[in-house]
Antibody
């Protein structure tokens, strides 16, 4: 059974940093690209960032480019999102999502339950 | 960027009725790379349909997808109580974008 478990969310002041983690199990992690997708309270889905199976291809939404950094550790079956210079508009539930392929397919066949990030003073 | 528009914003129906949800793209979606996700309150999204018409693993056959080019449809043939949720379309033929969602609620 595929499981994706996010952690690291919390309340943080504007301008500060936070690092999210996603622990994956139930599939061969290093065969698949992985992504972060967020959902602001009461709003729709917004893709944040994605990384290919070997970290050779990385992409970011314009809204987070230059502030967020995605990475993965295939030995630990883990995905990360380093979020710097956080803004109020980054407040959202952050989902870890598995891609259906190793590269830029952008089809999300499994999702975690999310970790909530609240940016507020 | 391909912009997706979903209609209606809210669909109020009774259990047992047929639901028809629309997703329109601002330009043609290549190779029908169009997916549908279901999201229930407090839950993560779940992949229902990919490639415009293929059901994902474990999805009941009352869910069906159709369409090509710029116009796509998700049909739920007979609504079950657990089907009342928000449905998002997503194109993945040119980078990716999500639609704003259609809420299916109980009439």
């Amino acid at each position: 059974e595929v499981q994706l478990v996010e952690s690291g969310g919390g309340l943080v002041q504007p301008g500060r940093s936070l690092r999210l983690s996603c622990a994956a199990s139930g599939f061969t992690f290093d065969d698949y690209a992985m992504h972060w997708v967020r959902q602001a309270p009461g709003k729709g889905l917004e893709w944040v960032s994605g990384i290919s199976w070997n970290s050779g291809s990385i992409g970011y939404a314009d809204s987070v480019k230059g502030r967020f950094t995605i990475s993965r550790d295939n030995a630990k079956n883990s995905l990360y999102l380093q979020m710097n210079s956080l803004r109020a508009e980054d407040t959202a539930l952050y989902y870890c999502a598995k891609d259906s392929c190793g590269g830029d397919c952008y089809l999300f066949d499994y999702w975690g339950q999310g970790t909530l990030v609240t940016v507020s003073s | 960027e391909i912009v997706l528009t979903q209609s209606p914003g809210t669909l109020s129906l009774s259990p047992g009725e047929r639901a028809t949800l629309s997703c329109r793209a601002s330009q043609s979606v290549s190779s029908s790379y169009l997916a549908w996700y279901q999201q229930k309150p407090g839950q993560a999204p779940r992949l229902l349909i990919y490639g415009a018409s293929s059901r994902a693993t474990g999805i009941p056959d009352r869910f069906s997808g159709s369409g090509s080019g710029t116009d796509f449809t998700l049909t739920i043939s007979r609504l079950e109580p657990e089907d009342f949720a928000v449905y998002y379309c997503q194109q993945y033929g040119s980078s990716l974008t999500f639609g704003p969602g259609t809420k299916v609620d109980i009439k």
